[in-house]
């Protein structure tokens, strides 16, 4: 019953922006905490952007600190990622994943997602090409 399900998700070139979104059925988020993850071919899994349903707070990673806005719309049950300025380095799978907001750091969360996070939804493609 519980599930996440990210969209949004293409091809865009270098420069462009999309908006991914991350909805969840099955549960409210409202006492969770939304992580964006991203797996990149010949890379390990990184932690891009997480945050709290309770209370807003959030952590980024530097390398998207800049260009990249989490956001939440508790009402829709949904997170959302959106990515401006976006480079090839960008092109990944992006996961968006749920965990129970103990009201601890977020970047500890965002740090340890198998930890962390016990929903994943199957992920959404962006791909950043010319």
């Known amino acids: 019953q519980v599930q996440l399900v990210e969209s949004g998700g293409g091809l865009v070139q270098p420069g462009g922006s999309l908006r991914l979104s991350c909805a969840a059925s099955?549960?409210?988020?409202?006492?969770?905490?939304i992580g964006w993850f991203r797996k990149a071919p010949g890379k390990e899994r990184e932690g891009v952007s997480c945050i709290s349903m309770r209370d807003g707070r959030l952590y980024s990673a530097d390398s998207v600190k800049d260009r990249f806005t989490i956001s939440r719309d508790n009402a829709k049950n949904t997170v959302y990622l959106q990515m401006t300025r976006l480079k090839t380095e960008d092109t990944a799978v992006y996961y968006c994943a749920a965990g129970a907001d103990l009201a601890t750091s977020i970047q500890t969360m965002c740090d340890n997602p198998d930890a962390a996070y016990e929903h994943w939804g199957q992920g959404t493609q962006v791909t950043v090409s010319a």
């Open positions: 099955g549960f409210s988020l409202e006492y969770y905490a």
